[in-house]
């Protein structure tokens, strides 16, 4: 300024001109250094390989540089022994891959130095505290430093002028958050514009998207603007950073409820994200969230360290689309079990793993044989009876039930250690082999059936019936049910099972189960089979009335006297046909059955506490009975089940004596776990007088005396009721009954029967025989 005055210079005639040039000369700039600018200062310096690519990748997102100028400014500002150890690689491997292979060598190179331990970075506060990863203000200046340092533009971390503190070449960029310890290092972070939508409000914030996080983020703050309450969390989670150190000393307690993650203008995400209460950043997309947003270049394969997802994502919908089913609030704990992401993961080897066995001296070969030997002939089958039937028993009383669908049932058993080439096939881009149970196998059936009762054998016969990859869930009262529901959530989290939320159901009064519509009074028919039943077309040909008599066939235990309805249609099949002759009779079965489908009664649960009534017959062919129960007030009797046999060739020859009395025999068999040891004495009901006395007869055969010492299991009575009174037993009795209207079958054929011999003089003596007879006669009369 004094050269200036001295000079005379025509500056100092106007004050504005005067400052306008004192400021040029002495002011500090204090503009950010442009991403061009920052790639070409770039240095490596004493930052680790892992720590240059995260800050690398950073300016690569805004710099627009092409892929070949990229990797040269990457390559000059490494560090000289690692530049000279990727001296071998030229440019044609590509940036994302040069950038993968820089990351190992580096590794490698440490681990051939294990006594060099890695340069921290200069820090010009030496009091304090080196700042954790999302708490960059953990670290505190004086208040009046901070004033100086903004006063004067300088960088809060470093001092420098010149840049800002998001700028600062030497503070150590911000390390990835991530709910796992992995082996990779590489990560890609960029910033993206997004938009949460809840049914109350909407926020756009920017979201950090980083491949290699296991889990999506959310912050308290941004949870509080949109006006959302945060749920508990299953486990406590540990957020740990890729170098896997703990992140602060909070753990992750609890997740948010779905939010609508809205990217562009028409895709959409809905998700839980986990909350972290300390984040400064808005929302992390970790791999979960992220995959289905921007592809993932490094193809890192992650797992989560606590061994459980933590996250959930529903498919993508689109605004118009349903939106997807939620969880009940109760069983939010829970909410890992129903993860579409988590069942697509290797599940462990456990004690129930499928094991295929080969018979001794046998192994597999290529085959010469023009026939190849059949499966059966070489590998152990695992057979085990799958409960059909047997669960509707098991119902009776309850008030409320749960239906639960696994995800990828047999996908979640894995094949046995050293099982697994045994599964190999062959594709035209090679040969594979299964790590899990495959479907289509023979034994995969039992397996899992016996797999999943085990899981569940503290809990079966009391309240849940599993047949394979269906669970239901059945109580006498909601708060009772509730309770079960989670210990069946909880089992099947500790077995790292999933179910399919969009098929499950909860707490209703009634559910469709196996085919069938199970409620608090009984067992129906399920509406969607019936109506198939109901609109199936009339003209068959051999298939399909084979078909549909297999598909009805399914419902028999609901339709009386089912096997005299369909014997017409059965009588078409007779002798394998191939085609079918259609007839009037046949017809009306057709239309008749129908009909009854549309009628059929309600088989009532059996109920302990009320005394059971068994009607029984016999006829020539066959046996039949009916265990009803009566109900009401008035009591009215409704049918619990019913039972019909076919009487083997032995049996038939039976008199009527012991043909009903085997058929008191055969129900007491079939419904024994009811009658047997039952609370009030059961009647039967017999339309042979003679059976009342059974228990005071002194003299029987040896086969009375072998069904007396059985009949002595059970507390009963026998009642006598005329058959024309005994009708739907002896309904039951006659389904096997012969069609006589069907013409009686040869025993030989015709072409190996000789005709016999006839004389014409046989003829002549006959007729000369009827004459003579017959002038005797008109001689007798007529005297």
Same mark, same amino acid.
């Given at each position: 300024a004094k050269a200036i005055w001295n000079a005379n210079n025509p500056i100092i005639h106007s004050y504005e001109q005067f400052t306008n040039h004192f400021s040029e000369v002495f002011s500090t700039t204090t503009g950010h250094l442009s991403t061009t600018d920052q790639l070409f200062r770039l240095q490596q310096g004493r930052t680790s390989v892992t720590e240059y690519t995260l800050h690398f990748r950073t300016l690569v997102v805004a710099s627009g540089w092409n892929e070949k100028a990229l990797l040269g400014a990457y390559r000059q500002g490494l560090n000289p022994d690692i530049r000279a150890a990727m001296a071998l690689y030229d440019d044609s491997i590509g940036l994302?891959?040069?950038?993968?292979?820089?990351?190992?060598?580096?590794?490698?190179?440490?681990?051939?130095?294990?006594?060099?331990?890695?340069?921290?970075?200069?820090?010009?506060?030496?009091?304090?505290?080196?700042?954790?990863?999302?708490?960059?203000?953990?670290?505190?200046?004086?208040?009046?430093?901070?004033?100086?340092?903004?006063?004067?533009g300088l960088c809060l971390y470093c001092g420098e002028p010149g840049h800002r503190i998001r700028q600062c070449p030497v503070r150590p960029p911000r390390p990835m958050v991530s709910t796992l310890s992995t082996e990779v290092e590489i990560s890609s972070l960029t910033m993206l514009p997004v938009t949460l939508h809840t049914s109350n409000s909407s926020l756009c914030v920017s979201a950090l998207v980083d491949f290699e996080s296991s889990g999506n983020f959310i912050s308290q703050e941004c949870l509080n603007q949109l006006q959302l309450t945060r749920r508990p969390h299953i486990h406590l989670l540990v957020v740990k950073t890729i170098q896997g150190k703990p992140l602060g000393c909070r753990k992750i307690r609890?997740?948010?409820?779905?939010?609508?993650?809205?990217?562009?203008?028409?895709?959409?995400?809905?998700?839980?994200?986990?909350?972290?209460?300390?984040?400064?950043?808005?929302?992390?997309?970790?791999?979960?969230?992220?995959?289905?947003?921007?592809?993932?270049?490094?193809?890192?394969?992650?797992?989560?360290?606590?061994?459980?997802?933590?996250?959930?994502?529903?498919?993508?919908?689109?605004?118009?689309?349903?939106?997807?089913?939620?969880?009940?609030?109760?069983?939010?704990?829970?909410?890992?079990?129903?993860?579409?992401?988590?069942?697509?993961r290797l599940p462990p080897h456990r004690p129930w793993d499928c094991a295929i066995d080969l018979l001794g001296e046998y192994i597999l070969c290529p085959s010469r044989s023009a026939k190849a030997m059949e499966e059966d002939s070489f590998k152990h089958r695992r057979r085990r009876p799958l409960p059909a039937s047997s669960w509707a028993r098991r119902m009776g009383g309850y008030g409320h039930a749960s239906k639960l669908d696994l995800r990828s049932a047999y996908n979640l058993v894995r094949i046995r250690a050293g099982d697994e080439w045994k599964t190999a096939f062959v594709t035209p881009s090679g040969h594979y082999e299964? =790590?899990?149970? &495959?479907?289509? #196998? !023979?034994?995969? @059936? %039992?397996?899992?059936?016996? $797999?999943?009762?085990?899981?569940?054998?503290?809990?079966?016969?009391?309240?849940?019936?599993?047949?394979?990859?269906?669970?239901?869930?059945?109580?006498?009262?909601?708060a009772e049910h509730r309770q079960h529901v989670q210990q069946v959530l909880h089992k099947l989290h500790d077995h790292s099972l999933y179910f399919k939320l969009e098929k499950c159901e909860f707490h209703r009064p009634s559910v469709q189960f196996l085919g069938y519509i199970i409620t608090a009074e009984g067992v129906q028919m399920g509406q969607g089979k019936v109506s198939a039943i109901l609109e199936w077309p009339q003209q068959l040909t051999v298939k399909e009335l084979q078909r549909f008599l297999g598909f009805a066939n399914f419902y028999r235990r609901f339709i009386k006297d089912y096997?005299?309805?369909?014997?017409?249609?059965?009588?078409?099949? =007779?002798?394998? &046909?191939?085609? #079918? !002759?259609?007839? @009037? %009779?046949?017809?009306?079965? $057709?239309?008749?059955?129908?009909?009854?489908?549309?009628?059929?009664?309600?088989?009532?649960?059996?109920d302990p506490e009320l005394p059971f009534t068994v009607e029984v017959d016999a006829s020539t062919t066959g046996v039949g009975a009916v265990l009803s129960q009566a109900v009401g007030d008035p009591p009215f009797f409704h049918p619990c089940a019913y039972y019909s046999r076919k009487l083997s060739p032995a049996e038939q020859n039976y008199d009527a004596g012991n043909g009903e009395l085997l058929?008191?025999?055969?129900?007491?068999?079939?419904?024994?776990?009811?009658?047997?040891?039952?609370?009030?004495?059961?009647?039967?009901?017999?339309?042979?007088?003679?059976?009342?006395?059974?228990?005071?007869?002194?003299?029987?055969?040896?086969?009375?005396?072998?069904?007396?010492?059985?009949?002595?299991r059970f507390n009963f009575k026998i009642t006598y009721r005329p058959g024309s009174k005994?009708?739907?037993?002896?309904?039951?009795?006659?389904?096997?009954?012969?069609?006589?209207?069907?013409?009686?079958?040869?025993?030989?054929?015709?072409?190996?029967?000789?005709?016999?011999?006839?004389?014409?003089?046989?003829?002549?003596?006959?007729?000369?025989?009827?004459?003579?007879?017959?002038?005797?006669?008109?001689?007798?009369?007529?005297?």
């Open positions: 994302e891959a040069f950038l993968q292979r820089t990351t190992h060598v580096a590794q490698n190179l440490a681990a051939c130095q294990p006594s060099m331990t890695a340069p921290q970075p200069a820090s010009v506060v030496a009091c304090s505290p080196v700042p954790e990863p999302m708490q960059i203000d953990s670290t505190r200046l004086s208040r009046e430093e901070r004033n100086r340092r903004l006063l004067n609890f997740s948010s409820p779905f939010i609508t993650l809205q990217v562009g203008l028409f895709h959409y995400e809905e998700m839980r994200f986990l909350v972290l209460e300390d984040s400064t950043t808005s929302i992390i997309l970790g791999q979960p969230g992220s995959e289905n947003i921007i592809p993932n270049s490094a193809g890192a394969h992650v797992t989560s360290s606590a061994g459980v997802n933590t996250s959930s994502v529903a498919p993508v919908i689109l605004p118009d689309q349903a939106s997807v089913p939620e969880v009940p609030a109760e069983y939010m704990a829970f909410q890992d079990v129903f993860s579409k992401q988590a069942a697509t299964y =790590r899990v149970m &495959p479907y289509g #196998l !023979s034994i995969s @059936p %039992s397996i899992f059936q016996t $797999f999943m009762n085990e899981v569940f054998r503290e809990f079966l016969h009391r309240f849940v019936i599993v047949y394979i990859d269906d669970n239901l869930i059945y109580s006498q009262n909601l096997s005299s309805i369909t014997a017409p249609l059965t009588s078409l099949l =007779r002798g394998k &046909p191939n085609t #079918l !002759s259609w007839n @009037p %009779s046949a017809h009306e079965a $057709f239309l008749h059955l129908k009909k009854i489908f549309s009628t059929a009664p309600l088989l009532h649960h059996p058929a008191i025999k055969l129900a007491l068999e079939e419904w024994r776990h009811w009658l047997e040891g039952s609370k009030h004495p059961f009647t039967i009901i017999t339309d042979h007088k003679n059976l009342q006395y059974i228990r005071e007869a002194k003299s029987l055969n040896p086969r009375q005396a072998r069904w007396a010492l059985f009949f002595t005994n009708i739907s037993a002896d309904a039951l009795s006659r389904l096997h009954s012969l069609d006589q209207s069907a013409d009686p079958e040869p025993i030989l054929p015709s072409n190996l029967i000789v005709s016999p011999i006839i004389w014409e003089m046989d003829s002549d003596i006959h007729n000369a025989t009827c004459d003579l007879a017959q002038r005797e006669m008109y001689i007798n009369n007529y005297n």
